[in-house]
């Protein structure tokens, strides 16, 4: 088999993975209903899979570097397929609590620790597209996975779904044992040295890029569901053609910041597909109760928030190039810790205020990413003028 076939079938179950952690966001409305908690309790489903990522994968990951690739592959997954079907077969909020739990880890290990055997399993050449097509089938589970689920647990209880991904998740145990060669561990980087990046001003700022823009965007995406069907008063067909609508127009979003940063640069990208992303919020808004609005909306509201993604990836790679694994390490414990504060900022709105407000408050966290990205790319010119003058 070909290195490229490999390639594929890590990204297939990477969606996989994937689906688990986004789908609870497209059926929360569901969820609530059923275990009989509030949509703002629902919400903290979201708060805690995030930090268990968050937290979680970088420990697990350290314990477990020197661990042959494919063995941790396989054990990663026996743990997804265990939170899957501990969703679908116990009953109560506790309990799924600690499947969320489960799942975080567990997605979190496979993610890295895919990632790191694609770009083994690539030729030198060829290791960057590896790793973007994995990155982009976890990503194609915000386009499919998501609407996917929301059609089935309006035909059948939302369980089913977690049942269908454990099973799924099975066979995707037999496919990694066939076909990655067994690959060896390596020297864990001891957590000080991961670290030592924050010491830097102009790193923590563009790290707080990263926090501030998917905390907005978490805050108004966690309840998009139910903001749907209560404010915008769309049927369950309208939410589920709207979530989809939403995922294609993050899939050209991403595609459309990577060929922007390299035709106008990271700063132009970066600060002008946030100032779009809060228009699109505030847009939303104000246009909350037409249907026939709103869905346009949706489209540049995805469209603009994920322009942002690889173009804060390329952003925090040049500013420690020798570095680069730990940055995107870093990158990815403080997305996940943005979207668990998103999600819990979120449930506070709705609990106390409305469901109308989440698209205002997501709006003025974008807004403090944009200036924030303002900051960070001033002091990196600043920089750079400094170091021409000493030369």
């Given at each position: 088999?070909?290195?490229t076939?490999?390639?594929?079938?890590l990204?297939?179950?990477s969606f996989l993975?994937?689906?688990?952690e986004?789908?609870?966001?497209?059926?929360?409305?569901?969820?609530a209903?059923d275990?009989?908690?509030?949509?703002?309790?629902?919400?903290?489903?979201i708060?805690?899979?995030?930090l268990?990522?968050a937290?979680?994968?970088?420990?697990?990951m350290?314990i477990?570097?020197r661990?042959?690739r494919?063995?941790?592959?396989?054990?990663?997954l026996?743990i997804?397929?265990i939170?899957?079907?501990?969703a679908l077969?116990?009953?109560?909020?506790?309990?799924?609590i600690a499947?969320?739990?489960?799942?975080?880890?567990?997605t979190?290990v496979?993610?890295?620790?895919?990632l790191?055997?694609?770009?083994?399993?690539?030729p030198?050449?060829?290791?960057?597209s590896?790793?973007a097509?994995?990155?982009m089938?976890?990503?194609t589970?915000?386009?499919?996975?998501v609407?996917?689920?929301r059609?089935?647990?309006?035909?059948?209880?939302?369980?089913?779904?977690?049942?269908?991904?454990g099973l799924?998740g099975?066979?995707?145990?037999?496919?990694i044992?066939?076909?990655?060669p067994?690959?060896?561990?390596?020297?864990?980087?001891p957590?000080?040295n991961q670290?030592?990046?924050?010491?830097?001003?102009?790193?923590?700022?563009?790290l707080?890029i990263?926090?501030?823009?998917?905390?907005g965007?978490?805050?108004?995406?966690?309840?998009?569901?139910?903001?749907?069907?209560?404010?915008?008063?769309?049927?369950?067909?309208?939410?589920?053609?709207?979530?989809?609508?939403?995922?294609?127009?993050?899939?050209?979003?991403s595609?459309?910041?990577?060929?922007s940063?390299?035709?106008?640069g990271?700063?132009?990208?970066?600060i002008?597909?946030?100032l779009f992303?809060?228009?699109?919020?505030?847009?939303?808004?104000?246009?909350?109760?037409?249907?026939?609005?709103?869905?346009?909306?949706l489209?540049?509201?995805s469209?603009?928030?994920?322009?942002s993604?690889?173009?804060q990836?390329?952003?925090?790679i040049?500013?420690?190039?020798?570095a680069?694994g730990i940055?995107?390490?870093?990158?990815?414990?403080?997305?996940?810790?943005a979207m668990?504060?998103?999600?819990?900022?979120?449930?506070v709105?709705?609990?106390?205020?409305s469901?109308?407000?989440?698209?205002?408050?997501?709006?003025?966290g974008?807004?403090?990413a944009?200036?924030?990205?303002?900051?960070?790319f001033?002091?990196?010119h600043?920089r750079?003028?400094k170091?021409?003058?000493?030369r």
């Amino acid at each position: 088999m070909s290195y490229t076939w490999k390639i594929y079938m890590l990204a297939v179950v990477s969606f996989l993975v994937g689906t688990s952690e986004f789908i609870i966001a497209g059926i929360l409305d569901k969820v609530a209903v059923d275990i009989g908690v509030s949509l703002a309790s629902a919400g903290q489903l979201i708060t805690v899979f995030s930090l268990a990522y968050a937290f979680g994968t970088p420990l697990l990951m350290a314990i477990t570097a020197r661990m042959e690739r494919r063995k941790l592959l396989l054990y990663s997954l026996v743990i997804f397929v265990i939170g899957n079907f501990l969703a679908l077969s116990v009953h109560g909020f506790e309990y799924l609590i600690a499947s969320r739990i489960i799942l975080a880890l567990s997605t979190g290990v496979f993610v890295v620790t895919g990632l790191t055997v694609a770009a083994k399993i690539a030729p030198h050449e060829k290791q960057g597209s590896a790793i973007a097509t994995l990155v982009m089938g976890f990503s194609t589970a915000l386009i499919v996975g998501v609407p996917l689920g929301r059609v089935v647990a309006s035909a059948y209880p939302w369980q089913t779904i977690f049942g269908g991904i454990g099973l799924l998740g099975l066979l995707a145990i037999v496919a990694i044992a066939f076909t990655i060669p067994r690959m060896e561990g390596e020297a864990p980087i001891p957590l000080r040295n991961q670290l030592a990046l924050l010491k830097q001003p102009r790193i923590v700022v563009a790290l707080s890029i990263t926090f501030f823009w998917i905390a907005g965007y978490s805050i108004a995406y966690t309840y998009i569901s139910p903001f749907l069907l209560k404010v915008t008063e769309m049927n369950e067909s309208g939410v589920s053609i709207g979530l989809f609508a939403f995922g294609i127009a993050s899939l050209i979003g991403s595609k459309f910041g990577g060929y922007s940063t390299d035709r106008w640069g990271a700063g132009r990208t970066l600060i002008g597909g946030m100032l779009f992303h809060t228009l699109a919020l505030i847009l939303l808004s104000i246009s909350a109760h037409s249907p026939a609005i709103v869905f346009p909306m949706l489209m540049l509201w995805s469209f603009s928030a994920w322009s942002s993604g690889p173009t804060q990836q390329y952003n925090l790679i040049s500013l420690a190039p020798e570095a680069s694994g730990i940055m995107l390490s870093l990158n990815s414990s403080v997305l996940q810790l943005a979207m668990a504060a998103g999600a819990g900022i979120g449930g506070v709105v709705v609990e106390k205020s409305s469901l109308t407000s989440i698209t205002w408050i997501g709006a003025a966290g974008v807004a403090v990413a944009a200036a924030t990205a303002i900051v960070s790319f001033g002091l990196s010119h600043a920089r750079t003028r400094k170091m021409v003058l000493d030369r």
